[in-house]
């Protein structure tokens, strides 16, 4: 696959509006790019641990891309073609951090090694499923940082975010300024200890100018399933949030009462949590494309 290539010197700390756009696309164009793990880079073996990280260099996303005719109101859509990963990635046990921190004594640090279709972390064979931690656009406020998700979309850590799915991001910036980076070779629903395996990738995307459909939150659509993506301080706020944009999109979009709708997100559909380790925390709603499609 052709198209403009943004390598991995070329990346931010911040989404924002003031961000400088390194490279321009039209709607339909490819464009990939190179991104380093979430640690900057920093951690090479397993002797280096958290006491060794500058933390201004965590989270960086590769970009911004600037995407012609994108402008504030539209959907920007986003195919992931490919997700190409390094050959190793990291995971880390830190005290104080993810859901069981409180009881991690002493920092540890695990140098997994990462195949064409498995990752060994600590001589256990897992199945490789690469996933984009970061992506976003930029925010209609001020700056946000890489690693706070919100719904310019950022650290939502969903694991559906792979090959195959397409993303929709809310514009609410000229040119939308895309990035992306957190690249996982595989990771677990609410990423508990606030590590996937950590890894450097080129990620191949295809951008979408998209006009009839503007959204507030990240929607995400898989081959089976349509979800949005929430986030906020506690799991309740975000599950609130995520479960009212499904089942108002059922109603107003898909021609469902709001009773009907209500009650096919409780029998059908599927409330997940995505990450409890970021700033904000994030939950998704999704219900099989079928009862959207009108295929039922």
Known sequence: MRGLVITADRHLYTMSADARPVGRVSSGEIVAFECLDALGGQIRSEEDTVADIDFSRVNPATGPVYVEGAEPGDTLAVDILAIDTASTGVVL??????????????????????????VE????????????????????????????????GGNMDTREIRVGSTLYLPVSQPGALLALGDVHAVMGDGEVCGTGVECAAKVTVRVRVVRDWPVEWPWLETEDDLMVI?????????????????????????????????????????LRISQVVDPLLTVRASIPRTYVEGEQ
């Open 93 to 118: 046990s830190v005290p104080n951090l993810g859901i069981l921190g409180d009881r991690v004594q002493t920092p540890r640090t695990s140098i997994a090694r990462i195949g064409p279709r498995w």
């Open 121 to 152: 972390l600590e001589g256990i064979r897992l199945p490789k499923a690469p996933m984009i931690g970061v992506i976003g656009v930029a925010p209609r406020g001020g700056a946000v940082p890489c690693g706070t998700p919100g719904p310019h």
């Open 230 to 270: 929430a986030s906020a301080a506690d799991l309740d706020a975000a599950a609130r949030e995520a479960t009212s944009q499904l089942v108002e999109f059922l109603h107003r979009r898909c021609g469902y009462s709001f009773d009907t709708a209500y009650m096919l997100v409780s029998t059908v559909g599927d």
